[in-house]
């Protein structure tokens, strides 16, 4: 689903719901900040990656941009790039410096949903006395994986996400936090593509990336 500063996570005070709530979807457009950190094993070599994300979502009209900002322990290398996906287009732009990549994206856009057949675990709140920020949390599996996430009670706004599981021997324990959340796009223009990118061939990046730039290039297709 949600599928991503310092990363943040804040503990939750779990309570006795006598109703399971029902999973929800986040809002049609939202942006917001993603701490991120990741333990992973690939074939007997292991790492850390940290750093964040700025993302702006826009399901109203299939957009996404994602900056990402991560460095990888275990290889010394630092992404700066951005993630620009239009969906009306069929295409998918990441930007590093005064490169850009363009390839096609197949399917159409995946809503920021809770899926149906995730599972109720607790409700929660985070913080104390009359400053309290009411939560569920749920759990369900992906190919591979398994993700828990928490979600505020009013509007289903992400607050944070584990995720991990063993694909093709990589094996990982992601977990995000989200802070700065604001609903709406502020400026349509974050969705704007460089003047650099049309001038590129159109190529898949698993083509032309490698390691840390080819995880944050492959991250949001679907």
Same mark, same amino acid.
């Not at 826009?58 to 990888?72: K, M, P, S």
């Not at 951005?82 to 069929?90: A, D, E, F, L, T």
């Not at 409700?123 to 104390?128: M, T």
């Not at 704007?192 to 949001?220: A, E, M, R, W």
């Given at each position: 689903?949600?599928?991503?500063?310092?990363?943040?996570?804040?503990?939750?005070?779990?309570?006795?719901?006598?109703?399971?709530?029902?999973?929800?979807?986040?809002?049609?457009?939202?942006?917001?900040?993603?701490?991120?950190?990741? $333990?992973?094993? @690939?074939?007997?070599?292991? $790492?850390?990656?940290?750093?964040?994300?700025?993302?702006?979502?826009? %399901?109203?009209?299939?957009?996404?941009?994602?900056?990402?900002?991560?460095?990888?322990?275990?290889?010394?290398?630092?992404?700066?790039?951005?993630?620009? @996906?239009?969906?009306?287009?069929?295409?998918?732009?990441?930007?590093?410096?005064?490169?850009?990549?363009?390839?096609?994206?197949?399917?159409?856009?995946? @809503?920021?949903?809770?899926?149906?057949?995730?599972?109720?675990?607790?409700?929660? %709140?985070?913080?104390?006395?009359?400053?309290?920020?009411?939560?569920?949390?749920?759990?369900?599996?992906?190919?591979?994986?398994?993700?828990?996430?928490?979600?505020?009670?009013?509007?289903?706004?992400?607050? $944070?996400?584990?995720?991990?599981?063993?694909?093709?021997?990589?094996?990982?324990?992601?977990?995000?936090?989200?802070?700065?959340?604001?609903?709406?796009?502020?400026?349509?223009?974050?969705?704007?593509?460089?003047?650099?990118?049309?001038?590129?061939?159109?190529?898949?990046?698993?083509? @032309?990336?490698?390691?840390?730039?080819?995880?944050?290039?492959?991250? %949001?297709?679907?």
């Amino acid at each position: 689903m949600y599928t991503a500063v310092v990363i943040i996570l804040m503990v939750g005070v779990a309570l006795g719901a006598p109703t399971a709530p029902s999973p929800c979807c986040a809002p049609d457009q939202w942006e917001g900040i993603i701490g991120q950190n990741i $333990g992973y094993d @690939q074939e007997g070599k292991a $790492g850390v990656r940290k750093g964040y994300l700025t993302m702006s979502y826009d %399901y109203t009209d299939r957009l996404l941009e994602v900056f990402t900002h991560l460095n990888d322990s275990g290889s010394g290398m630092e992404v700066n790039s951005n993630v620009i @996906q239009n969906y009306k287009s069929g295409k998918q732009y990441v930007i590093q410096g005064q490169k850009c990549t363009m390839t096609d994206l197949p399917g159409m856009m995946q @809503q920021q949903c809770i899926p149906k057949n995730a599972t109720f675990q607790t409700s929660l %709140y985070y913080g104390a006395g009359s400053s309290t920020l009411m939560a569920n949390s749920f759990t369900f599996p992906r190919t591979g994986m398994t993700v828990d996430v928490s979600v505020t009670q009013d509007g289903c706004i992400p607050i $944070g996400e584990s995720i991990y599981g063993n694909i093709n021997n990589y094996a990982f324990f992601e977990v995000l936090g989200f802070i700065n959340v604001t609903l709406g796009i502020k400026d349509p223009k974050v969705f704007n593509i460089p003047s650099s990118c049309p001038h590129v061939t159109p190529q898949h990046p698993s083509h @032309q990336f490698d390691g840390l730039l080819k995880y944050v290039s492959d991250k %949001y297709r679907k």
